[in-house]
């Protein structure tokens, strides 16, 4: 568990030492800024619920964007050959690292809690439904960094890392809308089963499903065993 | 502390080191002799357990690095061609997460990384971002977090190269005081160094171990034959009879100074025996002015460019 919490301090120095985090944070309130005022005054509802599927938009694009260095910056800069001589197993590095990314995550979602201000001052919103939300959020989130924290694994370079996590977690969100094209039962069960979109508009309604939790847990748990037997394999 | 039998590495078809075997003793530091691309890398990473072999062992304190190199890592210091260096750290912080990784107690922090820090001269540049270092301390920070922890075996890849003559100097001094207690593997291409701190030394071309011995060692062994030259004034014909009448001289070539008709210069070529340069001394001395005498004994250049030179013969008559 020392392994774990070495790589995970270094990983958030690393964070907040380079530019990325800042830009990262920024951008994400932005766009998320923007999409709550307009949210807010096209339907005069005091809800948060548009505003958390464009935040899960949002976020398909920006996480990459964090969990495109965790790997591949390593391979680069050739520091990897410290990472696997230290008596660090794989997977304490890799679980390190994913909470380091996982703490970026933490941060884009409170600084969105600003917008719920104006929501509780002029509104009277469904907090349990925010809950739910939020909960739903920082789960797809998860889901997201450690997808993306795979495939950095994969490659030296970390635009490729980033270019090959966003096509691949769009696939993870639409998957869902080719239900509408299948006459079978089961394949049309398999995508809805594999979306992230659906299992993320359960939280969004304010249903908090353990399907769902496990769904994105699951592939969460995949992506970072995928990723530690990777590094042992390369060895 | 460090043994390796019999080990191979393989890229796909292409292989980089083959059969190799040595062990390196506490206390002892070896150092690891051969041009670029002979493997002595990709033998380190085996060591140090970033690269697994493809067949054969290796042993660090006794573990076996393909099933128990975690507990093998806690005795391992390993510093890497390129030093692993994260850019954008401090130094001292990047200090930290390598003590941290490797298990020491926190409360012993401050003074490992005095120790390293003064050990390596980095005192004066501990809160300077990483990027902004020189090669010199970059070099030094990569050999600083290596020694953290007092790791019974040091591996250092080329722990000198892009230093100043003074910083090597102090290098040096670093791992020599190091290696008194500690099993030292340190590769290079500066004949010198492996002189001066190596008790022995590998000399590996191709991925091959050609040759291991003491330095002075390999320079015995590598030529039977040694060479003594000497300037004397004397009738050539008689001085060529004479000096081939003393047993252990094989040949000799006889050239006159330019300019100076009756002084000689000779060159003989004499088996290793002792005191066959004292023989021809006596023979020439006794009857004619001798004014110069020197035996040559190969140096190490010599002796390595021997080896590597002659490796690929050799590779293919096996």
């Known amino acids: 568990m020392n392994g774990v919490l070495a790589v995970y301090r270094k990983e958030l120095l690393s964070y907040f030492r380079s530019p990325i985090a800042y830009f990262v944070l920024a951008v994400f309130l932005l766009g998320t800024g923007y999409f709550f005022s307009y949210n807010m005054f096209m339907s005069g509802s005091a809800s948060m619920t548009e505003t958390f599927r464009n935040m899960g938009i949002l976020l398909l694009t920006v996480s990459p964007l964090v969990s495109m260095r965790l790997f591949s910056a390593e391979w680069s800069g050739r520091t990897m050959e410290l990472l696997m001589t230290l008596p660090l197993k794989p997977w304490e590095i890799v679980l390190g690292k994913f909470l380091g990314a996982v703490t970026i995550l933490l941060l884009m979602t409170a600084g969105t809690l600003i917008d719920l201000v104006p929501l509780y001052l002029f509104g009277n919103p469904q907090t349990t439904t925010i809950v739910a939300g939020y909960i739903g959020f920082v789960l797809l989130g998860m889901a997201c960094l450690a997808v993306g924290q795979f495939f950095s694994a994969l490659t030296h370079n970390q635009i490729v890392a980033a270019l090959i996590t966003v096509p691949v977690l769009l696939s993870f969100w639409f998957i869902g809308y080719l239900q509408h094209f299948q006459a079978s039962y089961a394949l049309r069960s398999l995508l809805g089963y594999l979306s992230f979109a659906l299992h993320f508009a359960d939280f969004v309604q304010g249903l908090i499903r353990s399907e769902a939790v496990i769904f994105f847990l699951f592939v969460s748990a995949v992506a970072l065993t995928l990723n530690a037997s990777y590094l042992q394999w390369r060895r | ?318």
């Open chain 2, 1 to 318: 502390m460090i043994a390796l039998e019999s080990v191979s590495k393989r890229f796909g078809s292409k292989t980089i080191v083959h059969d190799l075997t040595f062990e390196v003793k506490r206390g002892e530091i070896v150092g690891f002799l051969g041009p670029n691309g002979a493997g002595k890398t990709t033998t380190m990473r085996m060591i140090a357990g970033f690269t697994t072999a493809s067949s054969g062992r290796v042993t660090v304190a006794g573990y076996d690095m393909a099933t128990q190199n975690d507990q093998a890592a806690r005795k391992i210091g390993y510093m890497p061609e390129h030093p692993p260096l994260y850019d954008t750290l401090e130094v001292s912080q990047y200090l930290r997460f390598v003590a941290r990784a490797k298990g020491i107690p926190r409360s012993q922090f401050r003074s490992e990384l005095d120790r390293v820090a003064a050990a390596c001269r980095l005192e004066a540049v501990l809160d300077r971002e990483i990027y902004k270092l020189s090669k010199g301390y970059r070099q030094r920070l990569g050999l600083a977090q290596a020694l953290l922890g007092k790791p019974e075996v040091l591996l250092l890849d080329e722990p000198t190269a892009g230093l100043d003559p003074g910083q090597i100097q102090e290098t040096r001094e670093v791992i020599r005081a190091f290696g008194q207690q500690h099993a030292v593997l340190l590769s290079t291409h500066i004949l010198p160094e492996v002189t001066l701190i190596c008790q022995r030394v590998a000399i590996i071309n191709q991925g091959r171990l050609l040759a291991i011995d003491s330095p002075s060692g390999l320079q015995r062994a590598s030529e039977q034959t040694n060479r003594v030259t000497l300037t004397a004034t004397a009738p050539a014909e008689a001085l060529r009879s004479e000096l081939q009448s003393i047993a252990g001289v094989i040949a000799l070539a006889i050239n006159e100074v330019p300019g100076n008709a009756p002084v000689l210069n000779v060159e003989c070529q004499t088996d290793a025996r002792d005191g066959v340069e004292a023989a021809i001394a006596r023979a020439v001395a006794s009857r004619w002015a001798l004014h110069r005498l020197e035996r040559r004994q190969p140096t190490l250049e010599n002796v390595f460019l021997r080896y590597v030179s002659q490796a690929p013969s050799e590779a293919r008559a096996q």
